[in-house]
């Protein structure tokens, strides 16, 4: 079983930055894709970024080049950089967890809000 834990939210004026932490543990972090996924209120959730086992990463249209996926395998932690902040990013941030099957290894965190208003 793999836990994850999110940390990082709060609350941030239009422009801003925040960096979101995803800590995991109960399992070899290195071989799994991390993912960050948000959900607005009455939304779909929807992908914000991921980064494979070996680095590659990929990212929603709608903040790409806003933000940033990283890893730390020594620290078993994916981490978001988010920089200049929209009020359409305003949503619950998840942490995911993904290796192949994924019908059996797939796994999500209880979420960060993130909210931008001036």
């Known amino acids: 079983q793999v836990q994850l834990v999110e940390s990082g939210g709060g609350l941030v004026q239009p422009g801003g930055s925040l960096r979101l932490s995803c800590a995991a543990s109960?399992?070899?972090?290195?071989?799994?894709?991390m993912g960050w996924y948000r959900q607005a209120p009455g939304k779909q959730r929807e992908l914000v970024a991921t980064?494979?086992?070996?680095?590659?990463?990929d990212y929603g249209a709608s903040v790409k080049g806003r933000f940033s996926i990283s890893r730390d395998n020594a620290k078993n932690t994916v981490y978001l950089q988010m920089n200049s902040l929209k009020p359409g990013d305003t949503a619950v941030y998840y942490c995911?967890?993904?290796?192949?099957?994924?019908?059996?290894?797939?796994?999500w965190g209880r979420g960060t809000q993130v909210t931008v208003s001036s």
């Open positions: 109960g399992t070899d972090f290195s071989i799994y894709t």
């Open positions: 980064i494979t086992d070996s680095g590659s990463t």
């Open positions: 995911n967890a993904a290796r192949t099957p994924m019908i059996f290894y797939n796994y």
